[in-house]
Each structure stands twice: as C-alpha cells, then as structure tokens.
C-alpha cells in the first residue's frame, strides 16, 4: 500500500459526460501528479500540483482540468468524454518540488471506461 | 522531449533464471527510478538511484545509474512466479526547471514456472 488513494476503482460513463476523479496523496506530500496509462501504452505526464499551485503541464487536453484543494487532495476533472479517453488514471504523490526527492508513489489508478 | 527507449519490450524467461533490462537515453538524466506494475495496478517504486555510477540493491533486485548518465540497468536475480508484471524505468532529465519524470514503455516480464 502506497498510502495514495484514489476514488473511485471503476467508472463507465457515456460520451459526451463529465467525471470527477479524486486522489488523497500520502501523509505529508505536498505534490500531486496525474498520468494517464491508454491499453498497452506507457504512463503519459498530464499535470502536477504542488500545495495547491499548478507546477507542470503535460499532455493534458483542454478538455481536462484539475486542482488541488488546501487539504491537499486533487481532483482530475475530465468533460465532453470521448471514447478514446477510456484508461486507467493514475494520482500519484511526491514529498515536494525540491531536488531532494524525486521519487513519487502511485495510486491504484481509476480505470475509465467511455461507452 | 527527452524519450527512454526500454528494452526489451517484453520477455520470457524460465523460473530461477535472472533478467536483465536496460533504459536509454539520448540526454543526461540526473535521476532514475524503477517501478514495477502488476496488472490493473498502480506502479510499485522499486529503487531509485542519484549519482552515476551508483548500484542498488533491494532483495533480488540490483539497478544502476549508468556512468554516461544515459542510461540505468535493473537485474532481477533468481527469478520467481509474482515477479511477472511490467517494469518500468523513469528519469529526471538534467536541465533548469526539470521537474518532471520521463517513464520509458515498460518491460513485460512472463515467468514460466
């Protein structure tokens, strides 16, 4: 257990719908990644947070957005869906920003399924 | 942007054997982890190296951060069943502002016990 947790495990939703994906990072984390993993694909870098300021863009489309609240949870919010946005999402955490640590913990991932 | 070429991309090996994969890069990376994810899972953070030059181990696990910075190595000795899963490499490219990871496309690894 990484101590990252993601809500929900699963989603369907039809095309055209908005969701809400949640991740609560481990206790004392201040950063907040989210990536997407497409069949068979590697793990695409959408954005990060850093307590509470957006620090880094990825391949995050416009249709897609997030935040991270004062309590340090983030929400990945996905509208207008289409099929091809069908994946798992992933939240993963990090102490911080600084040059010290890299090294950043993933959630058990949100697997969306765009119908 | 930076890119890590993995390989291979997925191999079969008999139970008992042990792996060996690599990563590799054009540009100098200053960090390098390996994750290993199993099915439906988040990725597991395996080891994660700094310093060229630098060898880790962690159980039957060893990595290496190559000294050309370039690239990194992970070996799996004495291979069992549950170490079936994809590994991936990542790095923190070398530059002003690099804050960001750069995950390479995994290595399938079957056991076949």
């Known amino acids: 257990d990484s101590g990252v947790t993601q809500t929900p495990k699963h989603l369907i939703t039809a095309t055209g719908q908005r969701v809400t994906l949640r991740c609560s990072p481990r206790s004392g984390d201040l950063s907040v990644y989210w990536y997407q993993q497409s069949l068979d694909q590697g793990l695409q870098f959408l954005i990060q947070y850093y307590n509470g300021e957006e620090r880094a863009k990825g391949n995050i489309l416009e249709r897609f957005s997030a935040q991270q609240f004062p309590d340090l949870h983030s929400e990945l919010n996905l509208s207008s869906l289409e099929l091809g946005d069908s994946a798992l999402y992933f939240c993963a955490s990090s102490v911080g920003s600084s040059i010290i640590s890299y090294e950043q913990y993933f959630g058990p991932g949100t697997r969306l399924t765009v119908t | 942007g930076q890119q890590l070429n993995q390989s291979p991309q997925s191999m079969f090996i008999q139970e008992g054997e042990d792996v060996s994969m690599n990563c590799t890069s054009s540009s100098i990376f200053n960090t390098w982890l390996w994750y290993k994810q199993d099915p439906g899972e988040g990725p597991v953070l395996l080891i994660a190296?700094?310093?060229?030059?630098e060898l880790t181990s962690n159980g039957r696990l060893t990595a290496q951060f190559g000294i050309t910075r370039k690239d990194s190595f992970l070996n799996i000795s004495a291979s069992i069943p549950s170490d079936v899963g994809i590994y991936f490499c990542?790095?923190?490219?070398?530059?002003?502002?690099?804050?960001?990871?750069?995950f390479g496309k995994g290595t399938k690894l079957s056991v076949i016990p």
């Open positions: 990542a790095g923190l490219p070398s530059g002003a502002g690099s804050y960001q990871l750069t």
């Open positions: 190296l700094y310093k060229a030059g």
